[in-house]
T-cell receptor, first 111, second 114 residues
Framework: GQNIDQPTEMTATEGAIVQINCTYQ??????LFWYQQHAGEAPTFLSY????GLEEKGRFSSFLSRSKGYSYLLLKELQMKDSASYLC????????????FGTGTRLQVTL | ETGVTQTPRHLVMGMTNKKSLKCEQH?????MYWYKQSAKKPLELMFV???????ENNSVPSRFSPECPNSSHLFLHLHTLQPEDSALYLC?????????????FGPGTRLLVL
């Protein structure tokens, strides 16, 4: 089975940097995804890691350590619009890309 | 706009009603998914269809009945639901080959069961 842990809530200041951590225990790991979900909206894809290391995409970066079962999402130059829930999801092996999600981290960006 | 649409966006139904949720994807994907999202709980995978065949049923009660008539359309038929079934129901689609095929989500149907 899969077990995914991430903090429930975080608060950060506009312009700052915030790191959202995710730890997982899984069988058959086949990649880790980060999604952003604004209240009342669909989750939208942010990043994907399957190999160890850092993937950078503009203001957002995601890191993976498979040996530690650990990932983080790094958000730089925070903007008010970044206030949202950030969902960590692990993909298992199989015919279809089955994703198991964490409960999400609600990020509040303040002035 | 993610290319995945869902109707209706909001639905209120009684426990004796029968209703259906519809999902359509315009991305050329061949796998489709139903998820349930309840407050303060992780997204829960309900059903997976790959190439129009159901490949996953995550112990979902029989009052939820999925249907995938083709690779672009997915339905969730609802009957005799319970108040605890009130949630956001999200549809997603992806390619079902290779590694790292990303799932794209629709806007969801907010369901309230009275």
């Amino acid at each position: 089975g899969q077990n995914i842990d991430q903090p429930t809530e975080m608060t950060a200041t506009e312009g700052a940097i915030v790191q959202i951590n995710c730890t997982y225990q899984t069988s058959g790991f086949n990649g880790l995804f980060w999604y952003q979900q604004h209240a009342g909206e669909a989750p939208t894809f942010l990043s994907y890691n399957v190999l160890d290391g850092l993937e950078e995409k503009g203001r957002f970066s995601s890191f993976l350590s498979r040996s530690k079962g650990y990932s983080y999402l790094l958000l730089k130059e925070l903007q008010m619009k970044d206030s949202a829930s950030y969902l960590c999801a692990v993909r298992s092996t199989g015919t279809a890309s089955k994703l198991t999600f964490g409960t999400g981290t609600r990020l509040q960006v303040t002035l | 706009e993610t290319g995945v649409t869902q109707t209706p966006r909001h639905l209120v139904m009684g426990m004796t009603n029968k209703k259906s949720l519809k999902c359509e994807q315009h991305l050329g994907h061949n796998a489709m998914y139903w998820y349930k999202q309840s407050a303060k709980k992780p997204l829960e995978l309900m059903f997976v269809y790959s190439l129009e065949e159901r490949v996953e049923n995550n112990s979902v009660p029989s009052r939820f009945s999925p249907e995938c008539p083709n690779s672009s359309h997915l339905f969730l038929h609802l009957h005799t639901l319970q108040p605890e079934d009130s949630a956001l129901y999200l549809c997603a689609s992806s390619h079902d080959r290779g590694l790292g095929e990303t799932q794209y989500f629709g806007p969801g149907t907010r369901l309230l069961v009275l």
